[in-house]
């Protein structure tokens, strides 16, 4: 089943401007998903990073695989309409700028959930390449 934006929406509470992940296209609750995000000239960060050299910002696409990941999470009917927050980040690489016209294609796997935290793998790719990874930890509220 593929998730639209407002299926999405359904399930973390992010909105425009922050929602980063167009849609959902493979979703195993409590363990992966997988997201898409068609990186467009009108996205608002690109308007000052960087003029004349627009490049997506990594921070936003670390960001957007915890969005994917948060939709694992939250999927699962003992976390519904709660929210996913960060507790940390590690070892996050780019591998591969990200400019309008990319499509990042963004896997993020639940390792593992204790209580109310967990770490995830996020892994975000261009066609076949890595664009970047990281590993993420979040706490969910």
């Known amino acids: 089943m593929i998730y639209d934006s407002s299926d999405i929406q359904k399930i973390i509470p992010h909105r425009y401007p922050m929602l980063l992940i167009d849609k959902i296209v493979e979703l195993n609750e409590g363990e992966m998903a997988v997201g898409i995000k068609n990186v467009t000239f009108n996205e608002q960060f690109f308007q000052g990073h960087f003029p004349g050299n627009p490049v997506m910002p990594g921070v936003l696409i670390i960001e957007a ?77």
């Not at 996913?84 to 590690?90: A, D, E, P, Q």
């Not at 593992?112 to 890595?130: L, M, P, Q, V």
């Open 65 to 141: 695989l915890a969005q994917t990941g948060a939709v694992a999470i939250l999927s699962l009917e003992k976390f519904k309409n709660r929210t996913v927050y960060f507790g940390g980040i590690k070892n996050a690489k780019f591998k591969k700028k990200i400019c309008p016209g990319d499509t990042l294609r963004l896997v993020t796997k639940i390792i593992k959930i204790k209580g109310s935290f967990g770490i995830g793998s996020g892994t975000a790719y261009t066609g076949d390449e890595i664009a970047a990874e990281a590993e993420l930890i979040f706490a969910v509220e």
